[in-house]
Structures are given as C-alpha cells and as structure tokens.
C-alpha cells in the first residue's frame, strides 16, 4: 500500500470513485473504506444509478448523425444572428427593428456602396478624415506599451473599454482620442499598418441591446464596416478594400464580444 | 475552414447531447448548438491555445444563459420551456419512478450543467471549472449539491444532513 492511499477517504474521493477518475491504488482504498460503511457505499451506488440513467437517457442524440446545418462548411458565412434564434419571436422582431430591412443582407453579403450611411457612420468617416491626415497628433494619448490608453478612455467614458489586437490583421495600435458625440463621448482608437495605411475604430453608447449586422458604407475612397452590439454602436473606417476591412470588423466584434462570453 | 470543421465537428454529437439535456427540446437545442458554432468560427481567429472541448461548452452554456435572461426580460418564464417527449420515455418511469430529466430540469442551472459536464460529458473536474470559470472547489460542493438532490428526487438512497442520516422519501 503507498502513502497515498493513506490519506482518509474525501467527498471528493467518492465523486471520483462514482465517476471512474481514481487510479488503481486509490480505487482500492475506497472501495475498502466503502465496504466499512455501507451507508456511504448506498450513496455511491446511487449516485451511479443517476450517472447511467442520465447517459442512457440521452445517448441516442449523440447518436444521431449531425443535421446538416451544424456542418461547419454550412456554417462558413454564417446568418448572423446575434439574439440567437431558439430565443422569442419578440426578440427577433425586436433585432430587426434595430438591424432595418435594409441592413440584413447575409455576413459578406453586404449592401453595396452607395447604401445610405448612417449618422454614426457619417461621424466616424468624418472624425477618420480630420485625424487620418495628422502627421504631428494624429491621436490624443499614444499606445506606448503602457496601459494608460485603456484606463484613461475608461475613466472618461465611465464604462470598460477594450482595445482589440489587430496584429493578425496587420494593424498595430498606434493610440486614441476621445470625440463628442451628441450629448456623450465616442472614443476613436487609431492602428496602422506596414504601409502607413490608418484604420480607426469608433465607438460609442449606441441602442441598448440587441445586434445587428455589419453595415457597410463608401463615402469616395473610405470605407466603413458599422454594426451594434449590447448597447454599444461600432464603426470601423479605413481606404482600404471591403474584405480586408470587413475582416478588421469581424476580429473586432470577435474581441469586444469574446470577452463577454468568456471566449478566451 | 476544412481544418476548423475538421477539429469541431467531432464535438457536435457531445455540444447536441448538452443543448438537448438543457432545453429538452431538439429543434431548440439544434438551435443554440447552430447560434454556438456561428460564435465560435467568429471568435476563433482570437482563440487561444487550450481546451477547445471546453471552450465550445463555455460558448454554448453562455449562450443559453443569455437566451434564459432574455426571455425572462421579455415575459417568457424559463419555466415555460417545453418539455417534450420525443427523448423517448425513461425505462425507469414507465416503472412507477420519476423521470431522470425531470430530476435534472429541478436543479438549479450551475448544478444542473456541473453533474451533465462530469456524469454525462465526462469532462475531468478541471475542464468543468474552465467550463464554468469557477474554481474546482466549487464544481465539487455543486456535484455533491447535485447529487444530493437527484438522490432525493430518485427517491434512491438516504442523505446525510448535518452529520445525521435521515431517510429521504
């Protein structure tokens, strides 16, 4: 017998007895201590019956072959359906009130330029065009490896504020600045590539709840992905070409929403 | 994608079996399992190396959770979700005891996932606390909680209260 087995007979030990997780020589014990006490050995064996009527009872689903819409390749360009769909008709409706008829083309089926931008957008753009063009204070607080660009835009904001990494993307963050915006603030966060070419990332307090579909706008040689999430509205411009930018907005709605759903 | 299917789907059958035991209704379930998978090809460019069994479950239950919030925001109850029957009936029932799922439906969600994760998923303890994002300690005082009441519920074996023994009828 090794030490191990020594050690007096837990909780724990009885849940990983019921469960198969005990190695050989801790298996042993228990069972040694169980046949000692039987009323702790009724238990166990009860809660074995639970554990096999529960798995009998619902093998046959993960026996069933997969329906063919849970195929990935089905599910490569996705609906997006932020509210998800086994949830009320009332939430749905309420999506789309929010999203507008017009905005709900599939994710990269988007509306083509020309598509009337929304304000939002419009400020964005706008706030892109002013500060773009800056050579000498392009951002108000530089992202300098310290933390200080996020703890500065969230004390002013009042709320957390995530800086997406768009490293994989080919952006690295250069810093940010905060915005009015109607009676609030917008904080625009700036990143640039290799070739010197700016992207922004505008944020603000948007309609609360729901999530709609990416929005794309082309306002001459900008372009601008825009969609709302949880009450907060996102823009992201840059005069680069649709599938690059839209592959910046799907990374950053993957880092502000990931961080919710504790998708690390 | 090939190499995302590739390495997800293989957890579809398990993510299906989950769905199903929480919504007990398949088309619902297919649904959150289908609302899971769209998140997940989204999030994974920012995925981290790790447990990727874990990490699909993690988005699932996320899911359901806020899909129970939202409702009950709306005016739907999560008591008013269907129970349905084409699980097939429990053996056991048609034997005079109670349905195994109803006893599991009875538990509080935090129990009710912690004893599927580990009896049903056969997840390690670990993997369930990263499922859940609480310590192990707590995925064991709510395996024990769990346990005790599909016991009581059984009507399977006598529970220790307090240091007493009491039969549980």
Same mark, same amino acid.
């Given at each position: 017998? &090794?030490?191990?087995?020594?050690?007096?007979?837990?909780?724990?030990?009885?849940?990983?007895?019921?469960?198969?997780?005990?190695?050989?020589?801790?298996?042993?014990?228990? *069972?040694?201590? =169980?046949?000692?006490?039987?009323?702790?050995?009724?238990?166990?064996?009860?809660?074995?019956?639970?554990?096999?009527?529960?798995?009998?009872?619902?093998?046959?689903?993960?026996?069933?072959?997969?329906?063919?819409?849970?195929?990935?390749?089905?599910?490569?360009?996705?609906?997006?359906?932020?509210?998800?769909?086994?949830?009320?008709?009332?939430?749905?409706?309420?999506?789309?009130?929010?999203?507008?008829?017009?905005?709900?083309?599939? %994710?990269?089926?988007?509306?083509?330029?020309?598509?009337?931008?929304?304000?939002?957008?419009?400020?964005?753009?706008?706030?892109?065009? &002013?500060?773009?063009?800056?050579?000498?204070?392009?951002?108000?607080? $530089? @992202?300098?490896?310290?933390?200080?660009?996020?703890?500065?835009?969230?004390?002013?904001?009042?709320?957390?504020?995530?800086?997406?990494? =768009?490293?994989?993307?080919?952006?690295?963050?250069?810093?940010? %600045? =905060?915005?009015?915006?109607?009676?609030?603030?917008?904080?625009?966060?700036?990143?640039?590539?290799?070739?010197?070419?700016?992207?922004?990332?505008?944020?603000?307090?948007?309609?609360?709840?729901?999530?709609?579909?990416?929005?794309?706008?082309?306002?001459?040689?900008?372009?601008?992905?825009?969609?709302?999430?949880?009450?907060?509205?996102?823009?992201?411009?840059?005069?680069?070409?649709?599938?690059?930018?839209?592959?910046?907005?799907?990374?950053?709605?993957?880092?502000?929403?990931?961080?919710?759903?504790?998708?690390? | 994608?090939?190499?995302?299917?590739?390495?997800?789907?293989?957890?579809?059958?398990?993510?299906?079996?989950?769905?199903?035991?929480?919504?007990?209704?398949?088309?619902?379930?297919?649904?959150?399992?289908?609302?899971?998978?769209?998140?997940?090809?989204?999030?994974?460019?920012? $995925?981290?190396?790790?447990?990727?069994?874990?990490?699909?479950?993690?988005?699932?239950?996320?899911?359901?959770?806020?899909?129970?919030?939202? $409702?009950?925001?709306?005016?739907?109850?999560?008591?008013? =979700?269907? &129970?349905?029957?084409?699980?097939?009936?429990?053996?056991?029932?048609?034997?005079? @005891?109670?349905?195994?799922?109803?006893?599991?439906?009875?538990?509080? *969600?935090?129990?009710?996932?912690?004893?599927?994760?580990?009896?049903?998923?056969?997840?390690?303890?670990?993997?369930?606390?990263?499922?859940?994002?609480?310590?192990?300690? &707590?995925?064991?005082?709510?395996?024990?909680?769990?346990?005790?009441?599909?016991? @009581?519920?059984?009507?399977?074996?006598?529970?220790?209260?307090?240091?007493?023994?009491?039969?549980?009828?």
């Amino acid at each position: 017998m &090794t030490a191990s087995d020594l050690r007096p007979v837990g909780e724990d030990d009885l849940h990983a007895f019921v469960d198969g997780r005990l190695d050989p020589g801790r298996r042993t014990a228990v *069972e040694a201590w =169980l046949a000692a006490h039987p009323e702790a050995a009724a238990r166990v064996a009860a809660d074995r019956e639970v554990r096999d009527r529960l798995r009998v009872r619902l093998a046959p689903v993960a026996e069933e072959p997969i329906p063919a819409r849970l195929r990935i390749a089905n599910l490569a360009a996705p609906r997006r359906m932020g509210i998800p769909h086994w949830s009320t008709n009332a939430a749905a409706a309420l999506l789309l009130a929010l999203g507008g008829a017009a905005g709900w083309a599939g %994710r990269g089926a988007v509306p083509g330029p020309g598509a009337p931008a929304e304000p939002m957008t419009q400020a964005a753009v706008s706030a892109f065009r &002013t500060y773009v063009v800056e050579a000498a204070h392009p951002v108000e607080v $530089r @992202a300098d490896g310290s933390s200080d660009l996020v703890q500065w835009l969230t004390a002013r904001l009042g709320r957390p504020v995530t800086v997406p990494d =768009l490293q994989a993307q080919g952006f690295r963050l250069m810093g940010g %600045r =905060l915005l009015p915006a109607g009676d609030g603030l917008a904080a625009m966060l700036m990143y640039d590539d290799d070739r010197g070419t700016r992207l922004t990332l505008y944020s603000r307090a948007g309609p609360s709840g729901g999530r709609g579909v990416f929005r794309y706008a082309r306002a001459d040689d900008v372009a601008a992905f825009s969609w709302i999430d949880s009450g907060m509205s996102y823009v992201v411009t840059a005069r680069t070409d649709e599938a690059r930018l839209l592959r910046v907005a799907q990374a950053v709605d993957a880092q502000v929403s990931g961080q919710r759903d504790g998708a690390r | 994608m090939d190499d995302l299917a590739v390495l997800i789907e293989p957890q579809i059958p398990a993510l299906r079996r989950y769905a199903t035991a929480l919504l007990r209704q398949r088309e619902a379930a297919d649904d959150l399992v289908q609302d899971t998978l769209e998140r997940a090809i989204r999030a994974w460019p920012q $995925r981290r190396e790790g447990d990727l069994r874990a990490w699909l479950f993690a988005i699932l239950r996320n899911r359901y959770l806020e899909g129970v919030r939202r $409702r009950r925001g709306i005016e739907v109850g999560v008591e008013a =979700l269907d &129970t349905i029957a084409d699980l097939g009936a429990d053996p056991e029932a048609a034997l005079g @005891a109670r349905d195994v799922l109803d006893g599991i439906a009875a538990l509080p *969600e935090e129990q009710r996932s912690v004893l599927l994760l580990v009896a049903v998923e056969d997840m390690s303890y670990a993997e369930v606390a990263a499922v859940l994002a609480v310590p192990v300690g &707590t995925v064991m005082s709510r395996l024990s909680r769990a346990r005790g009441r599909m016991r @009581a519920f059984l009507d399977l074996a006598p529970t220790i209260v307090t240091g007493h023994l009491r039969r549980v009828k």
